[in-house]
């Protein structure tokens, strides 16, 4: 039985020095030459839902890349939302078993870099003469760094360090019912502003003696529905100056603007003029249906957005014919407009072969070649992340054939890429630190508590504000966070929480097997 116990502790020891991010890999150092007499597997992790037309530019792609370099094989595994590639990747941390190549968001890369050497800084692999950006024995014509969009290759930089590439970039805009809009008696303006969208939903409510829709003589009607509360929270912080969080990721949400963003939404809950995806569904299922005039969704969710929408996800008897209209996100201050910038990276993992982290690098930087970028661009509403793929004649035709079929070139989706490529100057992120997805993931729940509560029939007022506060700063572990950027700092509380729940775990069904070991021993 002594031995039974010893080995549990043992195993109990190993389990939870993998709490810790403890990696057996040392720094990555750039070898003189890539060995291409070897051959290498290189695991690749992506994001894919419903879209099979993303699915085959990541095909196309892989067998592009391994027809020019036939030592290399890639092996993809899709997933169906990021929040799940990030808690893969946490988890294969302790075990020192992360994929090669990933495509994640610069908040997640933030914990993934607290891990000792856990994923590669690029600098030296993209600037080495032979194998980086433009490098001379890259076997394809890969973009150079100066042909990244700045401002988007910027998100990827943490401490000094890039430990990302950026993939494709997104941001908001308002889809609307024109036609409803116009039956309100409203115009369209450029720019909306808050106050105009919500005035315009709060008219929307207005209902018929019998209870129905005055708008569109049906049951139900939410006029403005927003998909991301924490994107939304997070850009009217930034467009009214208020603190959100700093550089040194110092927590400054808790303030006055914050309390008046949140008592102003709840009385657009009460009146039954706002709603959210959590808590209705998706926007454009409304919208598409005639219960909805604005819907605010990313750009890449533009495919389901409209009378015509390719993705769309109801029943063609459910659709109503309408004119649909985008514009950025409302604004405080027209003139200044505010928009996020969002999307996904390629970070590569570190390895303890340094010719495995070339071969992950090579294909990492294909995926920014121009064929790569146009093709997914014309997926959804993203935008090539290079000047290169922008300007290339493919591109820039897809762009002017804009409304010619609804497929590739709808109309929406066109016209919300547009919206975009006309206002990376008016983009902005917000800072990337050990701890920002849980700021994040608190910024929405704050909308999301504050519209339930009135759902439920709670006072929304200063003190149920207050305690809401201290509940978010409780339930996402903000007053753990150091506020630091230290790559080296410990990993974030949800991180150690997931952690610590399958050391758990394993220690359970190790104890089952060894006590039916030493029951057999006794029999």
């Not at 969704?297 to 309408?322: C, Q, R, Y």
């Not at 701890?435 to 149920?464: N, W, Y």
Request: charged share 20%; with cysteine.
């Amino acid at each position: 039985m002594k031995n039974y116990v010893k080995s549990l502790l043992v195993a109990v020891l190993l389990l939870c020095s993998g709490c810790h991010g403890k990696q057996s890999t040392g720094a990555f150092t750039m070898p003189d030459s890539f060995d291409t007499s070897k051959q290498y597997e290189v695991t690749f992790w992506a994001k894919n839902d419903t879209n099979k037309n993303q699915t085959a530019v990541y095909q196309q792609a892989i067998d592009d890349f391994e027809k020019l370099y036939p030592n290399i094989k890639i092996n993809m595994r899709l997933y169906t939302d990021y929040g799940k590639i990030y808690n893969d990747v946490i988890t294969n941390i302790s075990t020192n078993t992360t994929p090669d190549v990933c495509i994640t968001y610069p908040d997640h890369i933030a914990t993934y870099i607290s891990g000792n050497n856990t994923v590669v800084p690029l600098n030296t692999l993209m600037d080495n003469e032979k194998y980086g950006l433009g490098g001379s024995k890259v076997k394809f014509d890969s973009v150079k760094k100066d042909e990244i969009i700045p401002e988007y290759l910027q998100e990827c930089e943490l401490n000094g360090q890039y430990y990302a590439l950026p993939f494709m970039r997104s941001s908001e805009v308002v889809y609307m019912n024109a036609d409803y809009v116009h039956a309100l008696g409203y115009e369209i303006p450029d720019v909306l502003t808050w106050d105009y969208i919500f005035e315009v939903a709060e008219a929307a409510t207005k209902k018929n003696a019998d209870g129905t829709y005055a708008l569109n003589g049906q049951k139900i009607m939410i006029p403005f529905i927003y998909k991301s509360t924490d994107n939304m929270m997070i850009q009217m912080l930034k467009q009214k100056g208020a603190g959100y969080s700093d550089e040194n990721g110092t927590i400054k949400i808790f303030n006055d603007d914050t309390k008046e963003i949140l008592g102003e939404i709840a009385q657009h809950v009460e009146s039954g003029a706002f709603s959210t995806f959590k808590i209705s569904s998706y926007p454009a299922n409304f919208l598409n249906a005639g219960q909805c005039v604005f819907a605010i969704d990313s750009t890449a969710g533009s495919t389901w957005m409209g009378t015509n929408a390719p993705l769309s996800d109801i029943a063609e008897e459910n659709k109503v014919n309408f004119d649909t209209e985008v514009r950025i996100v409302p604004q405080y201050d027209v003139n200044h407009p505010q928009m996020i910038s969002q999307g996904p990276s390629i970070c590569v993992f570190n390895k303890e072969d340094p010719n495995q982290v070339v071969a992950s690098w090579l294909f990492a930087q294909y995926l920014l070649s121009d064929k790569v970028q146009v093709g997914y661009s014309e997926t959804e509403g993203y935008v090539p992340v290079t000047s290169k793929a922008r300007n290339t004649e493919s591109y820039q035709s897809y762009l002017a054939e804009e409304g010619e079929d609804n497929d590739s070139h709808y109309s929406v989706k066109i016209e919300a890429t547009k919206l975009l490529l006309n206002n990376v100057e008016n983009t902005f992120t917000t800072p990337v630190f050990n701890g920002s997805t849980s700021l994040r993931d608190a910024a929405g729940q704050m909308i999301e508590d504050v519209a339930k509560g009135i759902r439920r029939h709670k006072k929304v007022d200063d003190t149920f504000i207050e305690n809401e506060f201290e509940n978010v700063k409780s339930l996402y572990r903000l007053d753990s966070i150091k506020g630091t950027t230290s790559i080296n700092s410990p990993f974030p509380m949800e991180a150690k929480l997931l952690l610590a729940s399958l050391v758990l775990a394993w220690i359970g069904i190790i104890v089952v097997i060894l006590l039916r070991k030493y029951r057999k021993c006794k029999i």
